[in-house]
T-cell receptor
Framework: EPEVTQTPSHQVTQMGQEVILRCVPI?????FYWYRQILGQKVEFLVS????????KSEIFDDQFSVERPDGSNFTLKIRSTKLEDSAMYFC???????????????FGDGTRLSIL | ELKVEQNPLFLSMQEGKNYTIYCNYS?????LYWYRQDPGKSLESLFV?????AVKQEGRLMASLDTKARLSTIHITAAVHDLSATYFC???????????FGTGTLLAVQP
């Protein structure tokens, strides 16, 4: 079965540094998402991406965050100047909302654990 | 703003017992999903509930949806240790089909 893949699995970064988290969504999917989960808390929506642009973003997704789909397969989340509170698990998800798949659940990657020191 | 709440937040139960976990949401939504998360792992889709009165069964878990009450439940029958995990419900919010997750229920099944 096709999977969403994320790299790296764990990223340790000094506060103030830039970090890029990478995702390869399922190939025929059209909507892509980033979520984050602070340790022990619920999963929070960050941003949705469709047709090569951001379609919706949350309050968490401020000017320090950006997303990009640089080619036909990768989907990246960049945090420009990391803060301690950015430490969390970041999940990428994708879905095909068309036709018979319109109600299918989003498929999640295994996540990247981001630790800011 | 769509809010999703689950209870209990933590449930410790013995093998062989039955229990129900609950998910309430604040505004109308046409889809509700349940996911399972093992410690340090990703989110695994368990149930897709699309309409009022929907009932789905997966092994010892039975999920239901009451859209009028804005309530979904998972009933656990004769729990086994392998069911130990955190269970999240998620409701679709907004035009981009983003998921709004509940607070999660951490289920610990003791031998």
């Amino acid at each position: 079965e096709p999977e969403v893949t994320q790299t790296p699995s764990h990223q340790v970064t000094q506060m103030g540094q830039e970090v890029i988290l990478r995702c390869v969504p399922i190939s025929n999917h059209l909507y892509f998402y980033w979520y984050r989960q602070i340790l022990g808390q619920k999963v929070e929506f960050l941003v949705s991406f469709y047709n090569n642009e951001i379609s919706e973003k949350s309050e968490i997704f401020d000017d320090q965050f950006s997303v990009e789909r640089p080619d036909g397969s990768n989907f990246t989340l960049k945090i420009r100047s990391t803060k301690l509170e950015d430490s969390a698990m970041y999940f990428c998800a994708s879905v095909d909302p068309r036709g018979a798949y319109s109600n299918q659940p989003q498929h999640f990657g295994d996540g990247t654990r981001l630790s800011i020191l | 703003e769509l809010k999703v709440e689950q209870n209990p937040l933590f449930l410790s139960m013995q093998e062989g017992k039955n229990y129900t976990i609950y998910c309430n949401y604040s505004t109308t939504s046409d889809r509700l999903y349940w996911y399972r998360q093992d410690p340090g792992k990703s989110l695994e889709s368990l149930f897709v509930l699309l309409s009022n009165g929907a009932v789905k069964q997966e092994g010892r878990l039975m999920a239901s949806l009451d859209t009028k009450a804005r309530l979904s439940t998972i009933h656990i029958t004769a729990a086994v240790h392998d069911l130990s995990a955190t269970y999240f419900c998620a409701v679709v919010g907004g035009a981009t089909n983003k998921l709004i997750f509940g607070t999660g229920t951490l289920l610990a099944v003791q031998p």
